[in-house]
């Protein structure tokens, strides 16, 4: 539960004690003043409750204008321009296919237009670690078809949803780390069968996930030409079964 809301949570138990209170006390002498605090009690209680519902509006509506998809950017430069302005605008990084250099967004957003030179050349490595990519946001990738490497490593928006659609890379990437994803599950991980070229798998520290040890091994069985990193887990798997041993898978 966020600050917030455990802020809220706690006036809410308190306005109730106070409630309780003053029915205990209504049958002797209940006091003028604590009328007056029960009333702006609650009167605070509703607008605090508004304030949190307008933030949480906000942020989706920020996180939406972020993860637009740039078709008129696309239909003016073409597909590689637009993947390429979206990712700077979500300060991540990138590399033009036949190109050594990267191209960043720096601590304050700001980056070079030099990448409008190299319109008609495909992205080869990207990435996007803690950015606020999403699965909407996604669409400005899917016309990157020769994109090897994919870096999304804590990105908070990252969902199962975001990991169903990476099959549009299922003939390219030989990359993909999305290590510190909050919201990725178990199932979302089965997805990621349909990238048969995928060499390299990067799940460290996923929360979200169930059984990690016994998730890795399903991934080494799905996946039996990729290297997977999993670290951040306890990856012993009792047996069941009374007296079991424990398998140990390491990384």
Known sequence: MSAPLLSLHKCCQLSTQLIVARRQWSSSSASPLLSRLLLILTQRFYDVEMLLNWRFQMSR???Q??????????????????SAYYILRLRGGFRYVGHSDWFH?????KFSWDFLNH??????????SHTVINYTGL???????QLRTLKLRGCPELDDWFLARLHV??????????????????GGLAALRNLKELKRLN???????SSPGLVIILLEEMLPQC?????????????????GTDVQTQR
């Open 119 to 128: 319109k008609d050349t495909p992205l080869e490595e990207v990435d996007m």
């Open 65 to 82: 204008r972020k993860n637009v998809y740039y078709g008129y950017t696309q239909r003016l430069y073409g597909p590689d321009i637009a």
């Open 203 to 209: 799940v460290s520290s996923l929360p979200g996930i």
């Open 105 to 109: 967004s720096d601590h304050r957003g």
């Open 227 to 243: 290297l997977i990193t999993a670290d951040g887990y306890d990856l012993s798997v009792r047996q069941e079964g009374g007296g």
């Open 139 to 145: 669409i400005n990738l899917e016309k990157q078809r």
């Open 169 to 186: 890379f299922q003939d390219s990437l030989e990359e993909l780390d999305i290590s510190h994803c909050p919201r990725i599950t178990t």
């Open 61 to 63: 509506k920020r996180l």
